[in-house]
């Protein structure tokens, strides 16, 4: 007995004859779809990223033209140049410019690098959730073009003047940035569970990259925080719809419940990941690996905390500000304390990259990327600069009570930034530096996203605009705030406080270049992408781009 089996041989069909046994056909194997089908249902977690990554840059340059708009109202701030027709079209586009630029721009844009780039970065297949990341865009894309367009039909977060605004309007404009929400919360989830389970055996969390290790501290940061803006959004909504019984107050104004998402700290937590493309980036272009990661793991994490703001909610301040035991809570602190170290964190990460500067030995390699991140974290040393302005006056209130005579000058002068346009100069140099951050990434990671790299002399090209333009909106909002020019335009009663209006419309003039200058710069960045992808794959080793 064998252990092989001996087949009969099957009898012999003779030509034309068909009664032998037929042979089975296999059935037809299933295709994925191509085109617009294939981008729609698509799970790759490449190709979710470079959607994140379009749409974002798209709805950013948006987000800079309507900043463009505010800066051509405040030109000539008496009398305007009619661009919106009444102050609750400008409190409509006030609204709109900043939930675009951060919540439609710069988060999506550091998602879309995330999702692209980190399951690469941890040796990973995907992301750990593939259909949530692309339910999570298709999500926060329909829930964004939704939020523009209801704005755009006379909604917005609501109205400064009584009937001004279409109800169902900014009913649909709260469930759409609720969408946006959602979206934002569900890729954070998706990018914070890639990291945290994603790893290879034998990589502990403090041997990941440093974009891997930032986008962790943001995404945490993130899904505490958005969901607090979400809770504010349904009261909103109880507000408007539900029972007078039911009413909390806020239902005709919804921009007041969410205003702490763009400004200090949780402005701050917005921009967490360009801490992680600025430390690739600089290492790279001084071709050395990041020194003393633990110590930049510690400050990255420490930002992060005290970037969390969802507890800076001046909704819920008290009723009169000028009762002598008012809660302001810009005022508290707990506030004043946040605003001073994270200015001290920012110091240390920047020490962090001297030292690493100082190791390497050589000089960096100038490249488009290099530029930008460079730009950036000077951006975000600007930003904590000006928050350390806002609160000097509490921080320092002490030396008043000692001796108001010597101090009374510096004092008059810190005592009205609070409400000034220093806190927007604040917002748009952080928010506009974590931009410059995404883009420099963008060029950095460019042959992952793209399989070639992007045009580096175009790439040069795009930096000047792009940080010139930036440094011009930052500084001249920031400089009005000192002449008194308020935070929100359309406040027509703080007008009259502005000190010497002729120069504080100059600044704003020069504030209006540097948007057109950013846009334009936003807008060479899309063409060098789009010759990027319409250069053939044997083209990439004439490029003369950086990876």
Do not use: K
């Amino acid at each position: 007995m064998t252990l092989t089996e001996t087949r009969p041989e099957p009898d012999a069909v003779a030509v034309g004859d068909d009664s032998g046994p037929t042979a089975q056909s296999s059935p037809d194997q299933w295709t994925p779809p191509t085109g617009l089908a294939g981008i729609l249902s698509t799970g790759n977690h490449g190709v979710i990223g470079r959607l994140y990554i379009v749409f974002a840059l798209l709805l950013s340059g948006l987000a800079l033209a309507l900043g463009m708009l505010i800066g051509i109202e405040q030109a000539d701030i008496n009398g305007g140049f009619g661009v919106f027709g009444q102050a609750n079209e400008l409190f409509q586009v006030f609204g709109l410019y900043r939930t675009t630029l951060i919540l439609c721009g710069l988060v999506p844009l550091f998602l879309g690098l995330a999702t692209a780039v980190i399951p690469r970065q941890l040796g990973a297949s995907s992301v750990a959730f593939p259909r949530a990341a692309a339910a999570a865009f298709w999500t926060w894309l329909i829930g964004a073009i939704t939020h523009i367009v209801a704005t755009f039909s006379y909604g917005g977060l609501g109205s400064i003047q009584a009937g001004a605004a279409r109800e169902q309007s900014v009913e649909l404009t709260v469930l759409s940035l609720g969408m946006i929400g959602l979206g934002l919360l569900a890729g954070a989830g998706v990018i914070f569970t890639t990291i945290v389970t994603q790893r290879p055996a034998g990589m502990d969390l403090l041997q990941v990259p440093a974009f891997s290790w930032s986008m962790l501290v943001a995404t945490g940061v993130w899904l505490f925080s958005l969901p607090v803006l979400l809770g504010n959004l349904v009261i909103s909504w109880v507000d408007m719809r539900g029972a007078d019984a039911l009413a909390f107050g806020g239902g005709s104004a919804p921009f007041e419940q969410v205003a702490w998402a763009f400004d200090a700290p949780q402005v701050y937590a917005w921009t967490i990941p360009m801490l992680g493309i600025v430390a690739e980036v600089f290492t790279s272009a001084h071709r050395s690996r990041p020194q003393m990661f633990e110590p930049m793991a510690f400050i990255v994490g420490v930002f992060g905390f005290f970037s969390f703001g969802a507890w800076v909610q001046s909704f819920f301040d008290s009723a009169d500000p000028t009762a002598p035991d008012a809660h302001i809570v810009t005022n508290e602190v707990l506030f004043t304390a946040f605003g001073l170290a994270i200015a001290l964190v920012v110091l240390a990460y920047g020490g962090w990259l001297a030292f690493n500067a100082f190791a390497a030995g050589q000089r960096p390699q100038i490249s488009p990327q290099f530029a930008l991140v460079v730009v950036s974290g000077a951006l975000l040393t600007a930003a904590v600069v000006a928050g350390v302005l806002r609160v000097a006056e509490p921080a320092l209130g002490v030396l008043r009570e000692a001796d108001g005579d010597i101090w009374r000058g510096f004092f008059d002068a810190m005592d009205d930034l609070e409400g000034s346009s220093l806190v927007t100069g604040m917002m748009n140099f952080a928010v506009l530096g974590g931009l410059l951050a995404a883009v420099g990434g963008l060029y950095h990671w460019a042959p992952r996203l793209f399989g070639r790299s992007l045009n580096a002399p175009l790439g040069f090209l795009s930096v000047l605009p792009l940080a010139g333009g930036a440094i011009l909106v930052g500084a001249t909002d920031a400089l009005a705030g000192f002449f008194d020019q308020p935070a929100r335009p359309y406040e027509i009663s703080g007008i009259a406080d502005i000190d010497a209006l002729g120069f504080v419309e100059a600044l704003n003039v020069i504030g209006l270049i540097g948007f057109i200058a950013v846009l334009g710069g936003l807008a060479l960045v899309a063409l060098n992408v789009a010759r990027s992808l319409a250069m053939p794959a044997e083209a990439e080793a004439d490029q003369g781009g950086e990876s």
